[in-house]
């Protein structure tokens, strides 16, 4: 959820370590600040409340060649100076953190009655403090790391320098991502590739356990037993363009129209002329396919609505599908059908309840472990029997668009390769497999029609700027969908939004209905249309106003107290992918608008890595 930036070079680091943090502002962004080690050896603090510009501000003629940096998402301790990281501890060793270490408050007793004095509400000061202590007693930096993180229980990605060792940067990694960013003469540590982009292209991800000992020309990482081991060595692909607005106002609004290429990138080569490829899944996927009887899918927040789509296709195609929450699934006791795929979504592959719910049903007799995954080398595509990327792209806005789009495609593409094993041999495609595949091929043109609905979109949204609430309708599949339109209107526009079955309506919500309570409905022209008008009408007669996108068939049209946005007839396999669209326009356009901070709302960020 923050972002940890470090360097150690011959050069003076104080810009590089701004540029990551700015680089990585999306993950946490309530404080920030920096520590160096200047050519004096003395330990230079800079902390500040809000973005990084104001750190940037206070860093005016800092020169420094070795430094930590971190951008922050408050956890323990409210969004303050002196909560912000790094922490120090007798301005000796500086720590940056992400994670929660869980026995803090047990270690801070301790370290009171040693005499350490703290400065902060976080869990964070404890481990610096630590280093500290383990240094005092003879430790180098190193073995003081190492001493401390096995005193730690929690989930942690660590940055540590100390000005007893001007020359070395401490790294270690449990729970929470971290890698090392290889340059020439000099070297980088970041909790996320983007952060290095004009400074190294080499790069190692940490596993679980290591701690990497960082010099200017050398990198020694140790794995938890404390053996000396190899990482791997990539190349990173990521460049200033994914990452530039490129003549946007907000990441937002350029993720949702970059959902036209990056749906076309999630399906190439995965498409033949009339049927789904497996070979493009990976060279087991089709065993695991074969011995897939049913399902069980765990994930979060937006890749959560994307499995509960999902199910309505698995289900449909008689693959029987259940769907959980992933810090719900953890903590309760689970019976496993014999035949069960165990499958986890995640826009990062760093969502710490989704990876800990796969690590627990490791052990739980699953036939195997999918994971649906945007970013390579994460953690939860490590630990997974078979991954299967979308190719959405970077996603820098914290709520999500074109991520959940190429989610629904690649669980489609899935449940088209289950379908095959319950109607036929596994291998050959039928009239509507072909069918389904066909209307894929169609979705790029598809959302570029909806996209040019954008104008009366905006005109619709005038009618949300000035309200508190707004209740979102679906039916069937379209049910998630509506569930995924109100977390986008709530995220960024913080209009308190909930999503019900349109159904549930006279089981409670109608007593919500007046003229300030905008109601949005989902309405394709599917089997359940006839019961969804009912449910419209039951809105109407109590003076609530409607807000539909309908189906261009739907005869659903527009009066006093109905708004109808038409969208073109579509195939009611991919409508639900189609009709998430103009969702995800109204809540940019309300939040644009309401004037808050689109791309950066308060309180949250794009990748959740505590608990």
């Not at 033949?272 to 994930?299: M, Q, T, W, Y």
């Not at 009912?534 to 106003?545: D, F, H, I, P, Y």
Request: proline share 2%; net charge negative.
């Amino acid at each position: 959820m923050c972002g940890i930036v470090g360097a150690v070079a011959k050069r003076d680091v104080t810009a590089i370590l701004i540029d990551g943090l700015k680089r990585l502002e999306y993950r946490g962004y309530d404080s920030a600040g920096l520590a160096l080690v200047n050519d004096q050896s003395e330990l230079v603090l800079r902390r500040s409340v809000g973005r990084v510009v104001g750190l940037e501000a206070l860093c005016d003629n800092l020169q420094g060649h070795i430094g930590v940096a971190h951008t922050r998402w408050a956890t323990h301790g409210r969004p303050a100076e002196h909560n912000a990281h790094p922490h120090t501890s007798s301005y000796q060793v500086a720590v940056v953190h992400n994670g929660i270490i869980e026995n803090h408050q047990s270690l801070r007793e301790q370290q009171k009655k040693a005499g350490f004095k703290f400065s902060s509400e976080t869990d964070t000061e404890v481990i610096v403090h630590q280093v500290d202590w383990h240094m005092q007693q003879g430790d180098d930096l190193l073995a003081a790391v190492q001493n401390t993180v096995d005193e730690l229980k929690g989930a942690y990605g660590l940055g540590i320098v100390s000005k007893q060792e001007p020359n070395r940067l401490i790294a270690a990694r449990s729970g929470s991502p971290l890698l090392i960013g290889l340059g020439n003469g000099e070297n980088f540590i970041a909790s996320d590739m983007s952060a290095l982009i004009p400074v190294a292209k080499r790069y190692m991800v940490l596993e679980d356990g290591d701690i990497a000992d960082v010099h200017l020309d050398s990198v020694t990482v140790y794995d938890s037993a404390r053996n000396q081991v190899e990482r791997t060595v990539l190349i990173s692909t990521l460049s200033d363009e994914e990452t530039d607005l490129g003549g946007y106002a907000h990441y937002m609004k350029k993720e949702i129209h970059e959902q036209t290429r990056a749906i076309t990138e999630t399906m190439e080569g995965r498409l033949g002329a009339d049927s789904v490829l497996e070979l493009p899944f990976g060279d087991n996927a089709r065993d695991i396919f074969d011995a897939a009887k049913e399902l069980k899918i765990v994930a979060c927040g937006t890749s959560f609505n994307a499995a509960c789509v999902a199910k309505y296709w698995f289900e449909k195609f008689g693959v029987k599908c259940d769907v959980e929450i992933a810090s719900e699934y953890r903590y309760r006791q689970h019976v496993v059908n014999e035949g069960t795929l165990f499958m986890t979504i995640s826009q990062s592959g760093e969502t710490l309840d989704t990876m800990a719910a796969l690590e627990m049903a490791k052990g739980l007799g699953y036939t195997a472990t999918l994971c649906i995954c945007n970013v390579a080398e994460s953690s939860l595509v490590r630990a997974s029997d078979l991954t299967i990327f979308t190719r959405a792209g970077r996603e820098i806005g914290v709520a999500s668009t074109k991520a959940f789009t190429t989610q629904l495609v690649t669980l489609l593409m899935i449940a088209i390769c289950l379908r095959r094993r319950r109607i036929g041999d596994g291998r050959t495609p039928d009239e509507v497999e072909t069918m389904i595949v066909q209307e894929l091929r169609t979705l790029p043109q598809q959302i570029e029609n909806i996209l040019d609905l954008e104008h009366e979109v905006i005109a619709m949204s005038k009618h949300f700027a000035d309200k508190q609430n707004t209740l979102f309708l679906g039916r069937g599949a379209h049910f998630p969908i509506a569930v995924e339109g109100a977390l986008k209107l709530k995220e960024i526009s913080y209009i308190h939004a909930e999503a019900y079955a349109a159904g549930e309506l006279k089981h409670g919500p109608l007593a919500l209905i007046d003229e300030d309570m905008p109601v949005v409905a989902v309405a394709p022209n599917d089997e359940l249309l006839e019961k969804l008008k009912s449910n419209l009408e039951e809105v109407r007669a109590r003076g609530g106003k409607l807000f539909v996108f309908a189906d261009a068939n739907s005869g659903i049209e527009s009066d006093v107290d109905t708004q109808v946005l038409n969208v073109a007839a579509v195939n009611n396999y991919i409508a639900p992918i189609l009709y998430t669209i103009p969702l995800q326009l109204l809540a940019y356009h309300v939040a644009l608008l309401k004037g808050t901070d689109i791309d950066k709302p308060r309180n949250l960020a794009k990748s959740v890595t505590v608990e």
